[in-house]
Each structure stands twice: as C-alpha cells, then as structure tokens.
C-alpha cells in the first residue's frame, strides 16, 4: 500500500463548478499535509496546508483535513480553465515533521 | 528572483557515465531535497539534508551520492547513469518544519 493515494483523473468539471479533490494517507500519526498545483512541465507550487482537523479556506481553495478516517481533500469553488493542472496531495513522514510522502497527483481540467 | 536554482535543466546520458545535479537555494532554508518524479509515480525522495553538514536517505538512494557544499548549496551525482535513472528531477528547500517546499524548475535527465 501507498503512503499517500491519489485517484489519478482525469477529473473533468466545467468552469465555475466545485472541483474536489481527495487524498487519503497510512500513517495515521501524520500531522502536516500540503496540497501543489503541478502544470504541465512545470515544478510543484504550494497552495495550501492544513494541520488540525476540519477547514482552512484561502480565497476559493478549502482544505479539509480528517485525520480519524486518514483523508485529506481540496475543494476549489468557481473552478477556472487556469486551475487545469495536476494537484499533489503531500503528507509529512511520521516523527520527521519536514519529510513528505507525496501521492501521484490528480489532474484536472476546467472545460470552458 | 528569489527561490531554488538547479542546473543543468536538461541532458542526455550515455549508460554509465556519471554527472552531477547543481542546486542552490537564496532564502537561507536549512532544509533540502532531492526528488525524482515518474509517471504514475509521483515525487520520491531521494536524498534530504536537514541542516547544512547532514544529509540522509530518502526512499530511493541507490544509485545517486549528494553533497551539502554549505547552506546554500545541495548536489546531486549519479556516478554510473542507468536507464532506470531516466526521469525528472526536482530539488526543493524548506525553512524550519513544518513548512512547505519551494521547488526549482527541475531536471530532464535521459540516459540511453
């Protein structure tokens, strides 16, 4: 089993709708999770993070974080064409608060 | 611009020969790593560096040496290239824990 899984995708939503994005990870003592955007030939870019179970917005991203069923999700409302990218959910290695596991990203494209 | 700097962005290998990846960081992070991504594999550590004067293994070392030159710099040398060693590489870098990566724009290593 992976450390952190991803569904791959594609995942097709048209523009404006709520992308959701999910992540589910095995060490269940994990404490930090970041969320990258990935496009196409380019390097991972940190949009979010999230530590304590529940919500954390920013702007139209929300993390949510629950760490009983060991899942992390994105939500990205009034998704955007230039959302269309590939998302890496990325979960601390246990007692090493610095070290990530990464899942293998989901793309997703944002139809016009 | 501030950020992570690797070089060189592309190259092409003959099996056996060896090469060294150059990494620098101008943000004064203590932490550094090296990641290769595969298709369907996601990002995997290769070698990290916690502070300058350490450095450890990752999930997938064999094959590749790193040097901790000093704070700013984290190299990466593969001393007989293999076609398994084929991939994208990324060096990132991270302040005290638990903060997220910076990443550089990568490496397009093909050995043939």
């Known amino acids: 089993q992976k450390e952190v899984e991803q569904n791959s995708g594609p995942l097709s939503v048209p523009e404006g709708a709520i992308a959701s994005l999910n992540c589910t990870y095995s060490?269940?003592?994990?404490?930090?999770f970041f969320w990258y955007r990935q496009y196409s030939g380019k390097s991972p870019e940190l949009i979010m993070s999230?530590?304590?179970?529940g919500d954390k917005e920013d702007g139209r991203f929300t993390a949510q974080l629950n760490k009983a069923s060991q899942y992390v999700s994105l939500l990205i409302r009034d998704s955007q064409p230039s959302d269309s990218a590939t998302y890496l959910c990325?979960?601390?290695?246990?007692?090493?608060?610095?070290?990530?596991?990464f899942g293998s990203g989901t793309k997703l494209n944002v139809k016009p | 611009n501030a950020g992570v700097t690797q070089t060189p962005k592309f190259q092409v290998l003959k099996t056996g020969q060896s090469m060294t990846l150059q990494c620098a960081q101008d943000?004064?992070?203590?932490?550094m790593y090296w990641y290769r991504q595969d298709p369907g594999m996601g990002l995997r550590l290769i070698y990290y560096?916690?502070?300058?004067?350490?450095?450890d293994k990752g999930e997938v070392p064999n094959g590749y040496n790193v040097s901790r030159l000093n704070k700013r710099e984290f190299s990466l040398r593969l001393e007989s290239a293999a076609p398994s060693q084929t991939s994208v590489y990324f060096c990132?870098?991270?302040?005290?824990?638990?903060?997220?990566?910076?990443f550089g724009s990568g490496t397009r290593l093909t050995v043939v």
């Open positions: 060490d269940r003592g994990s404490q930090s």
């Open positions: 990325a979960v601390n290695v246990l007692n090493n608060f610095n070290k990530f596991y």
């Open positions: 999230i530590y304590s179970n």
């Open positions: 560096s916690a502070s300058e004067g350490t450095t």
């Open positions: 990132a870098s991270s302040d005290e824990d638990p903060y997220g990566y910076t």
């Open positions: 943000m004064n992070h203590n932490s």
